[in-house]
């Protein structure tokens, strides 16, 4: 029988280490294990930071210090990130002046909030492109009483996503052929310029326009002159209106309009300066030289009106007076 030592066997005592130093040993493997993890955590975090498009930022509420930004700010701001960790008013100047107010209490709401995600402003970057942000923000929830209120964000990039929306709200609410409001969307202002003309107690006009004999021009000069009639009618129809009041084709020759503030003597210059100006339109078909002229009714809001529809009625009564008395004329209903 054969007695094997066991292989793991003390080792003469004048070979063992001290006790003290097999400790240190450990503690040094260890932490030199500790140190590559970490560094390769931050390998992998800085790589994706870099490749996200999306601005991570951090600042302290009370001094405004910005403590982090993430590497994508120099890409999506254009501008240096030094700057911004030097001086928090770097943001500021990177917002676009309408927006800043609005940037700013936003912000603010994280403090009640605790999370705000639904903030969204234009950015001018250095080279001067307008981009649109969505920057959610947050409290930092590790913070303990007395502590520096942290407050950590994300700023993305939602520019095209902006785009795309305001398209498809423009093909929503615009008439393709006149790029003018679409019947739809002309009624859903004109019905909120109503409410809030009703609330304040202003003014508000009404006015409906029809292109008389319009049958004989699309007869004689065809459909495509027709729909360039149409299109010259629209363009005097914005030319002539102020900002603020609502302009849209309702109908296949039929235009309205809604002047929000406008007396009825001045609602009766706008209409009268608006037909003068459709009649002064020259076309020509094949060497044919043609003009259209309007027929138009007018209402203006009373203590009677409790809908819109009470106002848009007396207006349709009024062009079919102007057509009835002989076209190309402003009737007041
Ligand atoms: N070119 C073109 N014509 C259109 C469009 N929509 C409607 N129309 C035409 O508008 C004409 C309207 O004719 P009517 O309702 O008889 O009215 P009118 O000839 O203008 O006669 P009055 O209103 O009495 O002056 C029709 O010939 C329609 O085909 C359009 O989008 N393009």
Not at 34 to 54: I, T
Not at 72 to 82: M, P, Q
Not at 150 to 164: F, H, L, N, P, S
Not at 246 to 252: A, D, H, T, Y
Request: charge should be negative; include cysteine.
């Amino acid at each position: 029988m054969v007695h094997e030592k066991p292989f793991l066997s003390d080792p003469p005592k004048a070979e063992q280490p001290r006790p003290a130093a097999a400790a240190t040993l450990l503690a040094l493997m260890h932490a030199q294990g500790e140190v590559e993890r970490l560094s390769e955590r931050e390998q992998l975090l800085s790589s994706l930071l870099v490749s996200v498009n999306a601005v991570l930022w951090a600042i302290d509420w009370e001094t405004r210090r910005v403590l982090y930004v993430s590497p994508a700010y120099e890409r999506i701001f254009g501008r240096s990130a030094g700057l911004l960790l030097a001086d928090y008013r770097e943001w500021r100047n990177s917002i676009h002046p309408e927006d800043l107010d609005y940037a700013e209490h936003s912000l603010a709401r994280v403090l009640d909030h605790s999370a705000v995600e639904d903030r969204e402003y234009r950015i001018i970057t250095a080279d001067g492109q307008i981009r649109w942000l969505s920057d959610k923000c947050y409290i930092n929830q590790q913070v303990e009483p007395g502590e520096p209120v942290i407050v950590v964000g994300m700023a993305e990039d939602i520019t095209e996503k902006k785009q795309m929306e305001l398209e498809l709200h423009r093909l929503a609410t615009t008439d393709v052929l006149t790029q003018s409001s679409n019947r739809r969307h002309f009624f859903e202002c004109a019905n909120q310029a109503f409410d809030s003309a009703c609330a304040q107690g202003a003014p508000l006009a009404f006015l409906l326009l029809d292109i008389d004999d319009f049958k004989d021009v699309n007869d004689t000069y065809g459909h495509l002159e027709g729909d360039q009639v149409l299109r010259r009618i629209a363009e005097s129809g914005r030319g002539v209106l102020r900002r603020g009041d609502l302009f849209g084709r309702i109908g296949g020759e039929e235009f309205a309009a809604v002047l929000p503030g406008c007396p009825p003597e001045m609602a009766l210059q706008v209409a009268e300066r608006l037909g003068k100006e459709i009649q002064a339109l020259n076309f020509s078909y094949e060497g044919r030289a043609f003009t259209v002229t309007v027929s138009q009714g007018l209402a203006s809001l009373t203590e009677e009106d409790s809908t819109l529809d009470s106002l848009f009625a007396r207006a349709d009564a009024a062009m079919y007076e102007a057509k009835r008395q002989g076209k190309n004329r402003v009737i007041a209903g």
